[in-house]
């Protein structure tokens, strides 16, 4: 597809407002169709001899997709009948988990990884070994939503997966991260890890360094397209990632070490095989890894946006949210200047699947469990602050409607317009 890595090329390569890096993959009725990448994983501002191209086998912290995959985890523990996704998620942290503005609601399971929780991040969601993730939320009143009740409304938050994989540790009596990579990586064929210090020094040759054209504290950057680029995460260059706890750690108090909401280092093959998985309703290539039963309840709508019951300043305003399932979000091709869930001019492309934005990655992952069809992307970090370059159809910035616009024309539709 020479016209498709052209026009990918040139995104990617804009001399107004390059990428870093970017990993894509298109899947046509469930078969990987296109697969390519671009840009550099490793950037050296001294010594260009020393920068290394992005590969196939090139792993990004994905962001938020990691999500999508820790739910595997734990729908494999609802499978197997050690967690309910209707219980009181207190019998699995290990105390009593309630809002103190509402103390006599149970929160469960399924209300977490549907965003349903009330659980926020605004006093944080990823503490160092020290700390015990029950004495951080008894700590902090604003973590605890007084809007409504658990379960009655939407609010994105990192922080319940938090929780979440405290209570895989407390259920296995294992690490997150090796549980993980035991019962859900490894079964995949996935070759990723929530703990870099596993790969020692091979990290800096597999893992894609992060990086933004911008300098200065959060909230007051300052962005130049020609300017040098900064590494804002994952340079291991130098030397190889620490790992994520110490022989003491006491499993099942902090989840949050091995970043369940975040901290997966994946490939976009990677995420195809995910994808690929989940679209054969639980099999991928032969070999079982979920039931068909726990995909769909994965994959059902949980909360549908109805105009009062989602965050007021965030899904009303920009829509970017407007269908949930367990782990995933639903796009419904909502659409407009700025705003909305679309995913590809033009709309009729309705998926599920899951975006990530941090360090300056932005990632996605969409697929159609009806068509088969789907779309992986991941970006090494941006010239530009995208939120200056807003998309034009949809909440997305205007480069990331561009890639998967072009992935979805030519790899999955096989239009040449």
């Known amino acids: ?62 962001a938020s997709i990691s999500k999508l995959v820790t739910t595997l985890g734990v729908m ?15 019998e699995w942290v290990g105390w009593r988990l309630r809002n103190p503005h509402f103390p006599e609601a149970p929160i469960t399971p399924r209300m977490m990884l549907a965003h349903t929780s009330s659980i926020r991040d605004d006093g ?40 979440l994989g405290t209570m895989v540790e407390r259920v296995t009596g294992e690490r997150f991260d090796r549980f993980m990579r035991r019962e859900v990586l490894a079964p995949l064929g996935m070759d990723a890890t929530y703990n870099p210090a596993d790969l020692g020094e ?24 020609k300017g040098p680029w900064n590494a804002q995460v994952d340079d291991y260059s130098q030397a190889p990632p620490l790992p994520r706890a110490s022989d003491a750690y ?3 108090t902090n989840g949050t070490l091995f970043g369940p909401q975040g901290g997966l280092r994946a490939s976009a093959g990677d995420l195809g095989r995910v994808a690929r998985m989940l679209l054969g309703r639980g099999e991928l290539d032969g ?65 599920v699947g899951h975006l990530g934005d941090a360090y300056g990655l932005t990632s996605a992952l969409a697929f159609d469990p009806a068509s088969g069809d789907g779309m992986v992307f991941l970006s090494g970090g941006s010239a530009f602050d995208p939120y200056a370059r807003p998309g034009k159809w949809s909440a997305l910035s205007r480069y990331e409607e561009r890639i998967l616009t072009a992935l979805w024309r030519r790899a999955v539709r096989g239009i040449d317009p």
């Open 76 to 90: 494999k523990l609802v499978e197997g009948g050690r967690l309910s996704l209707d219980g009181d998620a207190s």
């Open 287 to 351: 070999k079982r890894v979920l039931q068909p039963r726990t995909v769909d309840e994965m994959l059902a709508t949980q909360w549908r946006f109805d105009g009062h019951n989602g965050e007021s300043d965030y899904a009303v305003t920009r829509r970017r949210f407007n269908a949930w399932g367990l782990g995933n979000q639903h796009f419904t091709d909502v659409s407009g200047p700025a705003q909305g869930d679309r995913l590809v001019e033009g709309g009729g492309f309705r998926a």
């Open 1 to 62: 597809m020479i016209r498709l890595d052209e026009e990918l090329a040139a995104i990617a390569g804009d001399p107004e407002g390059p990428l870093a890096s970017l990993s894509v993959l298109a899947l046509r009725q469930g078969r990987v169709v296109y697969v390519q990448q671009f840009g550099r994983r490793f950037i050296d501002g001294e010594d260009p001899q020393r920068d290394r191209a992005a590969r196939a086998d090139t792993l990004y912290r994905i």
């Open 250 to 252: 006491e499993i099942g």
């Open 202 to 225: 091979a990290a800096a040759e597999r893992i894609a360094t992060l990086y933004r054209k911008r300098s200065g504290p959060e909230g007051h950057e300052v962005w130049d397209a």
């Open 124 to 163: 944080g969601y990823n503490w160092p070994e020290p700390v015990k993730l029950r004495d951080a939320l008894a700590a902090n009143a604003a973590m605890w939503s007084a809007k409504a009740p658990p379960g009655a409304r939407f609010e994105y938050a990192n922080l319940p997966w938090g929780l």
